[in-house]
């Protein structure tokens, strides 16, 4: 018997539609491995089509009060509540993450960052008008900057899709999204929901593949590009943006250090790094994937983190006792058992370091001991349920050890000591630095990084602020 495939299509400038050319990509489950969806393979027709619609909608959107435009997303924050159910069941399904934790750790803060933005919406605000000549008033405008165009990755599909629209929209953009072509259910589904609330062309998704993305940063219609991807996809999406000096917003991989100091909470640092590191199958550029620890306290470290490792469970969505699902996609787990079956003899897999069962794409949850610095395991990232650990004497070595990556998101330091605290904070060299816990993240503070990390800031006011441009207006008081 043959199940009839999903069919998945685009939404542009108010309508769902085929790619105009009839191309599709297969949808995997990565749960079980198998196909369960077509979505359009977008080509430059459809992205013509949405940039279109997004160019032609822009003067209207723009030129609403910003009342309406908070009103537009309150009413999308309040569907998304309403239809949680349908969402979770399209991202477990696309991401094989567990169903009851994405109900509870991604939908309440996605509706959460949804009215952040709507609140922002009405704090388009300047510095105040002044007379900075004589005879003459200067005022400073703060606008959109236009039609956005906007590739979210497949790591967390909903919620990285709202960080990107949200702040556009409430600033009066227009977008032109586009998902991973592995994941691009939940997003399809948020565009009904989206739609049905702003006007026709306002928001637009297209699904596709890295040449459709290309096709989106190449067009003459963005004013700019924002993805959150590797490193090789923003430095490429830099270059692109460049010809026409597009404006670029560049979320890209980390290498989050977890220093962990000789007067620490063992217990609790063991216990919440694991999760945070393991946690959606440490597919996170926050994830805390690179504990370096005091020797003092190393081997006693690493005997508890193998033990959380170990009792840390991996399985199907519908398991309400799995801390993660899969890995996203059979190259993802191609490239993390790579990683593993490449380490160099000083190293020690402590736990995990091999693959669960042969449906889906399952990892288990691993600890690496014994490794250096310049390791390939320290130096790029895994994107997988793979913590290492490193061994320092002391706090100037830990710091080097921190910063010795390309990355540069977000880190965090574990001590009781609070000038020490403040000590590593001001010298690492990261986006943020968390004290005592690692991973929690809110609407009101910026998330972005530093060196390869990328530079522009997703939530908060600064996020917001990323999707505007500032005019100054000067008028003669003759």
Known sequence: MTTELRRLRNYIDGEFRDA??????????PATGEVYATAPLSGSADVDSAMAAA???????RDLVPGERQKALLKIADAVEARAEELI??????????IGLTRSEEIPPMVDQIRFFAGAARLLEGRSAGEYMEGLTSIIRREPVGVCAQVAPWNYPMMMAVWKFAPALAAGNTVVLKPSDTTPASTVLLAEIIGSVVPKGVFNVVCGDRDTGRLMVEHETPAMASITGSVR????????????????HLELGGKAPVVVFDDSDIPKAVEDISVAGFFNAGQDCTAACRVLVHESIHDEFVTALAKAAADTKTGQPDDDDVLF?????????AQVSGFIDRLPSHAKVEAGGHR???????????????????DEIIQKEVFGPVITVQRFTDEQQAVTYANGVEYALASSVWTKDHSRAMRMSKALDFGCVWINTHIPLVAEMPHGGFKKSGYGKD?????FEDYTRIKHVMTSLD
């Open 459 to 463: 939530l908060s006011a600064y996020g």
């Open 356 to 374: 669960v069962g042969d449906k889906g794409f399952f990892y288990a949850p691993t600890v690496v001991s014994g490794l250096k610095q310049d």
């Open 325 to 333: 699902g899969p890995l996203n996609n059979a190259n993802q787990l």
């Open 20 to 29: 105009a050319d009839g191309r599709t990509t297969e949808v995997v489950n």
């Open 89 to 98: 069941a399209a991202e477990s399904e696309n991401t094989g993450k567990p």
């Open 55 to 61: 160019e032609a909608a822009f003067p209207a959107w």
């Open 233 to 248: 996809a923003g430095m490429q999406v830099a270059e692109t943006a460049s010809k026409d000096l597009k404006r670029v």
